[in-house]
Structures are given as structure tokens and as C-alpha cells.
């Protein structure tokens, strides 16, 4: 049974939560087991448009987007209070509904507890500027909130991906529709149950849970959509920038990834080993900015190689909240099959599976969607394990013989959202950082992140950013206002 009250979820709509218009709810399974823990409500296109008007309706008639933006930040600061006091209720309802081990739920909880801090700090400071232009005049600008702005959220980090958009979204003064993932929509419910307590206004803070297509794209295709942030898949990134642009609508992509890590031989390789198995074994390799490439010097292939695969073998498997646990299991059956595909593909290319590449094999855990921790050696650079997002606990590698190669290497693939590199030299590792393609670059780090650092990806990992002060910008346009004080009928 589900933490956090009831079993049953229901959307949250104008403050108010309720089974949508078709009176349907689907389970939601434990990833462990892959029995139902909860049930959440399935929305319809009629309950999305709802959503939109009734969001629209507060952008403009309440006191949220024209009021002094401290207040903003006051209420985003008793929000995140209110997520912090009931941390370990949201981080046990995460871990049963994703899977993730309970440690990393924890982390989650208090990631977004930071974001909500730092955005309500932010609320105050949504600043326009003064230009200098000729004559008697004032020119200046103000950013003003776009209106009612839609989040899509996937499934790997539940409530942290949707708060990511939608702190910002309302410290610069808009309403917000949420549609998390269908497979896990219990802590955005939850989360958005708690916005009536922390003051805002009934419908600036909205959820809708049901089907992407059926109710993401309601959402996007509705004519109050200001904007629109997605974080997902590079198929339905696609479709969403289509829909979008018919209207021209601002839009933020968070993608794919297939992080590369490049290791020089002068590395620090206990610790470079150690941040590898966090950044792919970590969530259970479900991680966009995952280290998924191993890009080692050739000097040191073996010997390091050894090292990896030793944190592997070594790691516990088991349900998100057992005791101990370090990797949980997938999200879905669907997910574990997509994962044991593409090692049986790259083992047909003549791929050779260092370690893992099976289901785990403790009979206490054959129900849920468990995979072994896995590491797969020469599989040839074109074959779809080394190209494609696997989105699990699967590491690839190849080797290098110098600098050149290595970022020629790290380079080749259609991602560019999070690259790392280990070395001792400071030149190797500035010059190696500027020319990697990618948003951003660790150095002698696993993949780590702030709410006051950019989250960005090029290439095929993105367009636009988020976190970061900036990240008010996309949600605020700019407007333009010259002012002529001038008493002088003659034209200046
Ligand atoms: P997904 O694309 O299947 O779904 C993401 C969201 O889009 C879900 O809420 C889904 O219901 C919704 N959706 C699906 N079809 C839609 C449609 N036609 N119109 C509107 N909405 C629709 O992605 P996923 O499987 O939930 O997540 C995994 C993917 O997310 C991976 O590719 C991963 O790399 C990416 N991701 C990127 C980041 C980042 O910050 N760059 C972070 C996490 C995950």
C-alpha cells in the first residue's frame, strides 16, 4: 500500500482533486514485484482542457502573477518546508512507485526541497533593465510571466524532473499544468495536494494524470499553452516540437544521453571507478546524463576494467526499500526486456559480456524487473548498445590511445547532455572539457548537478536548459517599454 494517505490518486485540479470526467483509475505497479501498489486516476482530453481553463482562470483573476514577487517566494519557501516535513513519506512512496533504492529516493526529496528554496529566493529578483537610448527618453524592460505553462515529466526521477520545470515556472509568476509520467504520477499528486496548505492560489499549481498521448498532447495542443517543458524520449521530444511549433510555442527539450567518461592513464582510478559505477549503476542505469561509455586509456585498460567490474559485482540488488539495497529494479517489464535486447544485439555483433548481462538471478526477486549490474567489451562502435540510450545498468567500453582519439571517440554519437572526464593535468583537462560536444562536462566527478547550475544537452539531448537563475528567462518573456519625456515638439 501507498505511503502518503490512500491508495488511490486522483487528479488535482483548481485545489481540487477528483477522478476526471471518465471515473477510471489504473494501477500502478511495484517495479519489485509488479503488483498493483496504488491506483491513479486516468484523465481524459475534456479533463486536460479543464485543467487549461481552470489554470488560465487563475493566472489572470488571482493575486499570484501580479503580486509582489516575495510572496511568490514565501509560499514556494512553505512549500518546501512542507515536502522536507513529510521527506521520508515522499521518498518511500517514490521507491515503491519507481523502484529506486530508498537512499536515492531520499536524495530526490531533498534536491527538490533545494530547488523550491532556491527559486522561491529568486522569486523577488525577476528583473528587467534600463537601456540608455537617444534623446528625451526612457527605455526599459519587464518580464512579465508567459501564463498557464505545461510540464511533461518521465518516469526516472519521478517528482524531482517535474519540480526541475515547475519551481521556476512559478517563482516567475504562472500557473502550471504537471503531467507526470503514467507509470509513476503518485508524488507529483501528492506534491500538488500539499500547494492549497503552502498558499497558492487554488489552480496555479495543477496535476493531471493519464496517457501522453491522450492527455499530453491535449495539453500542448490547447490554445491557453503558454509553453511547454518535456523531459523524455527523443521520439516524443520530436513529435512535442512539431505540436509546438504549429503555434509557436516556447519550448524546452530534456532528452536522451549517452554520456561518454574518458579516463587518462593519470587518473585517480580508485575514485574515477567508484564515480563510474555511481553514474551508470546509479537508479539502476535509468539516467539520461548516465556515464555510459567507458572510454579508458588503453595503458590502463585491464587494471581498471578489473576495478568496475568488481563495484558490480559487488553491488546489492533487491526491492527500493530493503535495507542495504543498492540497485533496485527497473521501472517496468517492458524496461527490463528493452535493456536484456540490446545485450543479446550487442553479443551478436560480437560484443563479449565482461559481467551481469541477465536477469538477476536470486529466486527471491524473479517477480520484479531486476537485471544485473553489466558491463559489455568490444562491441563494434556501430552497434546499437554503443549508439542508442539503453536506459539501464549497462556500461559499454572501448579504449584509446591519445587525446585526439579520445575525444573523437567521446564525440561520436548523436547525444550531448553529460560528459566526464578523469585525469591529474590540469591542461589535459580544461582543453579536453572545451571540446567535448555536450551541455555539460564533470571533471574528476560523477555526474553532479545543483539547482543553481544549468542542466542543458546539444545535440540530440536537447534544446534549451534548465536550473540555473537564467532558468526564469524561459519562463518570463521580455517587453519592451520607451517612454518620451520630452516637452519639445521638435523630433529628437
Ligand atoms: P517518454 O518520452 O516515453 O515519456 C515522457 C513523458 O511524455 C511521459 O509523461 C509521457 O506520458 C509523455 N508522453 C508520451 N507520449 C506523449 C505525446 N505524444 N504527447 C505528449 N506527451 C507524451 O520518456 P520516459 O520513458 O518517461 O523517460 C525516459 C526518457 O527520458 C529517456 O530517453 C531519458 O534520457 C529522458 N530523460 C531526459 C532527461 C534530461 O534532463 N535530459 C532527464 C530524464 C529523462
Known sequence: MAALGENRFELVIGGEEAPGTRGEHRPVLDP???????????????????????????????????????????????????????????????????????????????????????????????????????????????????????????????????VRSVAPALAAGNSVVLKP?????????????????????????????????????????????????????????????????????PLTLELGGKGPVVVFADADLERAAKAIGYGIFGNAGQMCWAASRLIVHESIRAPFLEK??????????????????????????????????????????????????????????????FVRPTILADVPPTSRAVREEIFGPVLTVSSFSDMEEAVRTANDTPYGLLAALWTRDLATAHSVARRLESGMVVVNDSPTTYPQTPFAGVKSSGVGFEQGFRALDTFSRRKNILVNVGTSRKKG
Request: glycine share 10%; charged share 25%.
Open 32 to 162: 519489485a514485484n509488479n503488483r498493483p501498489m496504488a491506483e491513479a486516476a486516468v484523465a481524459s482530453r475534456e479533463d486536460a482542457a479543464h485543467a487549461m481553463e481552470v489554470a488560465d482562470k487563475a493566472f489572470r483573476e488571482s493575486n499570484w502573477a501580479a503580486d509582489d514577487g516575495a510572496r511568490r517566494g514565501k509560499a514556494l519557501y512553505r512549500l518546501a518546508s512542507l515536502v522536507e516535513s513529510r521527506a521520508e513519506s515522499f521518498a518511500r512512496l517514490e521507491t515503491l512507485n519507481m523502484g529506486k533504492p530508498l537512499r536515492e529516493s531520499r536524495g530526490d526529496i531533498a534536491y527538490v526541497v533545494r530547488t523550491l528554496e532556491y527559486f522561491a529566493g529568486a522569486a523577488d529578483k525577476v528583473e528587467g533593465e534600463t537601456i540608455p537610448v537617444p534623446g528625451p527618453r526612457i527605455d526599459y524592460t519587464l518580464r512579465e510571466p508567459l501564463g498557464v505553462t505545461v510540464h511533461i515529466a518521465p518516469w526516472n526521477y519521478p517528482l524531482l524532473l517535474s
Open 181 to 249: 509520467a503514467s507509470l509513476t504520477p503518485l508524488t507529483a499528486v501528492a506534491f500538488a495536494r500539499l500547494a492549497k496548505e503552502a498558499g497558492l492560489p487554488d489552480g496555479i499549481l495543477n496535476v493531471v494524470t493519464g496517457s501522453g498521448a491522450e492527455v499530453g498532447e491535449a495539453l500542448i495542443e490547447d490554445r491557453r499553452c503558454a509553453s511547454v517543458t518535456f523531459t523524455g524520449s527523443g521520439d516524443v521530444g520530436h513529435h512535442i516540437a512539431e505540436l509546438a511549433a504549429r503555434r509557436f510555442l
Open 308 to 369: 568496475v567490474r568488481g563495484i558490480a559485482e559487488g553491488l546489492k540488488l533487491g526491492p527500493g526499500t530493503a535495507e542495504g539495497v543498492e540497485m533496485g529494479p527497473l521501472v517496468s517489464r517492458d524496461q527490463l526486456e528493452r535493456v536484456l535486447d540490446y545485450v543479446r544485439d550487442a553479443r551478436e555483433n560480437g560484443g563479449h559480456v565482461v559481467v551481469g548481462g541477465t536477469k538477476a538471478d536470486d529466486p527471491a526477486l524473479s517477480d520484479g524487473n
